[in-house]
């Protein structure tokens, strides 16, 4: 029998590599239920959510026993965000009668809060002990961090009682980031929005004591980078590192243009060289 936080493992037609989702439901439950996020260009979570009514999937369970609650009645103190709170509305489903206290991270709210209706309900049933919400693109954006922070003392208060603690992110993230920077290798990871990963990719690189360089997809995400994730990590990590800020195509050298200009006929003129030196 499967349990909430186990993994279900889906292969997608096609293919031949699963991609496991944590469920946040039991067999008691009657139902598998996993939450999933589609990401542009994601095939397997593109797949899941095309799917109609009647449809079927190849699927299987693996458990995961370390992520299960021992026996007795000590508080739970569950942390997650984004999809990341699934496996652990899976444990609030399985002990309603535990102390149970749960910090979730969204982007906007009222539309990234996965299970809202089902945590509110708990919450009002008394099933769930407190509720913690933090929203990215609120005003102003806040953090999971940020509530932890904020409730410090409260949290340790639980932790003096024995509290058990779940946390979901990005752990496997980080540490395939920190390998693969070790042993000098390719990495190729894909993780869903808000569980964790900026921070997965940064600890390794800011620990690694190497040249890193970073390249995002977008100047917002830049800016967030370098303006408060980055020193945040330094004060917290203690690391001595240096930070630079590269903006523009005239910071980059372009490949293209440079093999351009080593096969013209004659001599590179004043202006080429100007353009390839930004």
């Known amino acids: 029998a499967f ?11 096609g293919q031949r590599l699963p991609r496991y989702y944590s469920l946040a439901s039991s067999q008691a439950d009657g139902s598998a239920q996993i939450c999933v996020r589609l990401l542009p260009g994601g095939y397997c979570s593109t797949f899941l959510h095309g799917l ?4 079927t999937l190849q699927a299987f369970v693996r458990p995961n026993p370390g992520f299960a609650l021992p026996p007795g009645n000590s508080p739970v103190l569950l942390i997650g965000a984004g999809t990341g709170i699934a496996p652990l509305v899976g444990l609030i489903r399985a002990h309603p009668a535990r102390p149970m206290h749960l910090f979730a991270g969204a982007r906007h709210p009222g539309q990234d809060l996965f299970f809202a209706h089902e945590l509110h309900a708990w919450l009002a049933s008394g ?44 752990q496997a993230m980080a540490q395939a ?22 921070y997965a990719y940064l600890v390794p690189a800011l620990l690694s004591g190497e040249r890193v360089l970073l390249s995002t997809a977008t100047k917002a995400l830049q800016d967030q980078l370098f303006s408060r994730d980055i020193p945040r990590l330094v004060q917290a990590l203690e690391v001595p590192v240096r930070v630079a800020l590269l903006k523009g195509r005239s910071s980059y050298l372009c490949l293209h243009r440079l093999g351009m200009a080593r096969h013209a006929v004659g001599e590179v003129s004043p202006q080429q060289i100007r353009v390839l030196a930004k």
Do not use: N
């Not at 920190?178 to 290798?185: F, L, T």
């Open 52 to 55: 109609q009514t009647g449809q």
């Open 3 to 13: 349990q909430g936080g186990d993994l279900l493992g889906i292969v997608p037609p």
């Open 127 to 170: 099933q769930l002990s407190s509720l913690h919400t933090a929203f990215s693109r609120g005003s102003p954006g806040r953090y999971v961090q940020d509530l932890l922070r904020q409730d410090s003392a409260r949290i340790a208060t639980w932790l003096a009682q024995g509290a058990q603690v779940r946390v979901c992110g990005s």
């Open 177 to 198: 980031v920190a390998h693969a920077m070790g042993a000098g290798e390719v990495l190729v990871a894909e993780a869903g929005t808000g569980v964790g990963k900026t």
